[in-house]
């Protein structure tokens, strides 16, 4: 049976986001794709995620200025058993009537998984963050408005009025 799209898409960022190279018969050798599936891939990945830039028989994780902002499901799928680990530990910190700032990333957005219970109030400034505590009937939560910033739905430059 041939593994979905977003698994393979998913596979092979996790590889970039590591190595930062990845070839065509890496990808064939690595994971078992075959050749017309793998171009179609890099192609895919290469159009659709900032950053990861399309070769003659690999596509690399170019990653040359400092400022680069990673691309979130990349960064989710990374340590995400050791992220979950620390969203629970945190938690056990959180009372109810607490009031935070919860930042973005795919750590916070673990944090704000484990909030369904609580009875905070959260200040945010990610919309995916924010998302998942609107399902929270006993969260009361504000997101900090602002410019999205494409593929990590984090807000920046906050917008005023003049």
């Not at 003659?56 to 170019?62: K, L, N, S, T, Y």
Request: proline share 2%; glycine share 6%; net charge positive.
């Amino acid at each position: 049976m041939s593994q979905q799209r977003p698994d393979r898409i998913k596979q092979m960022l996790h590889y970039l986001w590591q190595h930062r190279h990845l070839s065509t018969q890496q990808a064939i050798e690595l994971f078992g794709y075959a050749e017309a599936t793998v171009r179609r891939d890099f192609h895919y990945i290469a159009s659709r995620y900032p950053g990861m830039v399309r070769g003659h028989g690999c596509i690399d994780f170019d990653d040359s200025t400092e400022d680069k902002e990673y691309v979130f499901d990349v960064k989710r799928t990374l340590q995400s058993e050791a992220k979950r680990e620390i969203a629970a530990l945190a938690r056990t910190f959180i009372k109810d009537g607490d009031c935070f700032f919860l930042d973005s990333g795919s750590t916070c957005l673990e944090l704000a998984k484990c909030l369904v219970d609580a009875k905070v109030k959260v200040i945010c400034n990610d919309i995916k963050i924010a998302n998942e505590l609107g399902g929270f009937p006993h969260v009361e939560s504000y997101i900090i408005g602002g410019l999205i910033r494409p593929v990590t739905f984090r807000l920046a430059r906050v917008w005023r009025w003049r």
